[in-house]
Structure formats: structure tokens, C-alpha cells
């Protein structure tokens, strides 16, 4: 069994009652332990809730994000 724990998250709403999420997240499993970033996806419910539809992983590699980071800027 897999287990996930949020280091540090930050968001920014848009549109009509939307967000998108960028964490660092920690997988926990019996074999270790394993860092990444999250790009999500979401909107809040009727109670104001956090609800997701898409996630999206990256892997903890500078060379990675520092490729996704430059095209986002670009495209």
C-alpha cells in the first residue's frame, strides 16, 4: 500500500471556481520512499471543498524541470 504526504503546495485560481496546484509530494511504501512534483488540476465544491479531475507527476531531476519550466515559457 502506497501513501502520499504534501511537503509544501501552492495554488492559483482562475475562471469560475477553479485551480491549478503545483506540491511536492512524498510516496510512501513498505519497499521506500520516493519525491516529485504534482501539477494539478481542480475546482472547489458546493461546500467549498478541493475537488481534482487531472494530475500530472514530474520527476525530482533538475534536468526535467528546468526542461519543463523553459518550454512552458515558450509555448
Known sequence: MVTFETI???????????FIEVARKKAIAETGESTFISLSLGFFGSAGEKRYRKSFTVPLDSNVIEFIS???KEV
Request: glycine share 8%.
Open 8 to 18: 509544501k503546495s501552492e495554488e492559483i485560481k482562475f475562471g469560475n471556481n477553479k
Open 70 to 72: 523553459e518550454k512552458l
